[in-house]
């Protein structure tokens, strides 16, 4: 026998109205922390998953008030706050209303980049349960051109190729556009992906080179960065032997680069480490220098600093001001307000020592990375890594796909709970996978390189 639902009392409307709102906050504020660990490099990017969880409580929670839900949602179309144009777009999706989207989007500044995002990463976490809802959406309302590229591409939606291609061709939209080609194996992109590796932007090149090496094509790409010296990550993440003699070449003739240190990390060989150490010295590039050392050999060199806390001089008193143009300093020293922080040593000394002692352990011509020969459990390591930038965490990811052919979508701005999902269909394959590598040798699309 059926039962009629008792209809809501206007006390109880009212008290699950006042629920859904403490939902929607909630929500809100789990959203934005976790974003803050996701995008902090001091902290432990897995630490989200425990806001992440109580995010989807709340979520859940509000996906099962019905109408009453959508009704708590309504007058925050207009909200300033990303977190909750997250919130709402999730529960749109969910209850399969389009209109409420539509309306965050007609109230949505095209500048504001947080808004933009927010709403990206909410139609990306659900289009793997509402895919169609997700095309549906992104069709009928006049979203954002680089809004559109980004879902399609991060969520891998194959059939947005008609949304896609009626959007213009400016550097912001077409470089997730380019993503998107990348990561959809679709070989009827290749010649747009060829045509935008001479584009005048560098991010559209970049994009363009990665979306190439995905598909399998790295002689085009390989040719085109060393006849124009750019993208140099490209020769990083799918270059050979040679890569790394081009590289050092470039570096002996002219000034070394930021992407040319970074590019010598991901090949892996320790011919590169005299290159790498000198790059210690400029101050712009101390940072990644030492970063793509310590990737090679896995040495642990720390060194402990003071940072000393920036001066304002906006801030300071007349008589203040005074003394630190008169002295050059506010405080005596030793007593300077800062920081004791504990980093990856960007002393040049401290290096060539530790490889004099341990050169023995290295030969030239392997492909090393945490200071053992390559393979793909060394890239599994990468990405788990809570100390890694997130950078060189995600270059580990393409080189699984780029390298050795095997793509589990991943991304280091993507929430923790689906990157901890990633590195473990990884782990699995690789406890097979591994065999059929031989650990420092140079693979490019699943192949041994020649």
């Known amino acids: 026998m059926s039962m009629t639902p008792t209809p809501l009392t206007q006390e109880r409307k009212k008290f699950t109205m006042a629920l859904c709102a403490e939902h929607l906050d909630e929500a809100a504020f789990l959203y934005a922390l976790s974003q ?26 509000l996906s099962m008030e019905g109408e009453l839900a959508i009704d ?11 977190g909750d144009f997250y919130v709402l777009a999730r529960i749109a999706c969910r209850k ?17 980049e947080k808004k933009i995002m927010a709403l990206g990463n909410a139609l990306i976490d659900e289009a793997p349960c509402h895919p169609e809802r997700v095309l549906d959406i992104l069709a009928t309302h006049a979203a954002p051109p680089r809004l559109v590229a980004r879902v399609a591409g991060d969520a891998r939606l194959k059939h947005a190729w008609p ?4 959007q213009n061709n400016s550097p912001d939209t077409l470089a997730p556009v380019l993503r998107w080609a ?28 990665l979306g190439l090496l995905r598909l399998g094509n790295n002689q085009d790409v390989i040719n085109h960065c060393r006849s124009q010296n750019k993208p140099m990550l490209a020769l990083g993440l799918g270059g050979g032997k040679s890569a790394v003699s081009f590289l050092m070449g470039l570096a002996e003739s002219g000034p070394i680069t930021r992407d040319m240190l970074i590019a010598l990390g991901l090949l892996g060989d320790v011919s590169a480490i005299p290159i790498l150490i000198d790059g210690l010295g400029p101050e712009d590039l101390s940072e990644s220098a030492a970063q793509v050392l310590e990737l090679i050999t896995g040495a642990g060199i720390k060194e402990t600093i003071f940072i000393p806390e920036e001066i ?7 008589d203040e001001l005074e003394k630190l143009e008169r002295e050059g300093r506010l405080f005596p020293p030793g007593e300077e307000p800062g920081v004791i922080v504990t980093r990856i040593s960007k002393n040049p000394e401290s290096w060539r020592g530790w490889m004099d002692d341990n050169s023995r352990r290295f030969v030239a011509g392997i492909r090393y990375r945490n200071g053992r020969p390559c393979s793909p459990e060394c890239l599994i390591k990468n990405m788990q890594s809570e100390t890694l930038p997130g950078l060189l965490r995600q270059f580990a990811h393409e080189e699984m796909v780029i390298r050795y052919k095997k793509d589990f979508p991943f991304g280091t701005d993507r929430p923790a709970s689906f990157q901890k999902q990633a590195i473990q269909k990884y782990e699995a394959w690789a406890k097979t996978a591994d065999k059929s590598y031989q650990p420092g040798q140079w693979y490019f699309s699943g192949l041994l390189m020649a």
């Open 72 to 82: 708590a949602c309504q007058p925050r179309t207009d909200s300033s706050d990303p």
């Open 182 to 209: 990348g990561r959809i194996y679709n070989t009827d992109t290749v010649p747009l992906l060829l045509q935008s590796l001479d584009h005048d932007d560098g991010d559209v090149q970049a994009e363009a080179a």
């Open 96 to 112: 399969n209303q389009p209109g409420l989207i539509g309306k965050m989007l007609d109230n949505l500044a095209l500048d504001n």
């Open 36 to 61: 803050n660990i996701l995008t902090k490099p001091s902290v432990p990017w897995s630490n989200a998953q425990q806001f992440e969880d109580r995010l989807g409580a709340h979520l859940n929670a």
């Open 312 to 318: 304002d001089k906006k801030e300071l008193f007349r």
């Open 163 to 166: 949304l896609i291609a009626l």
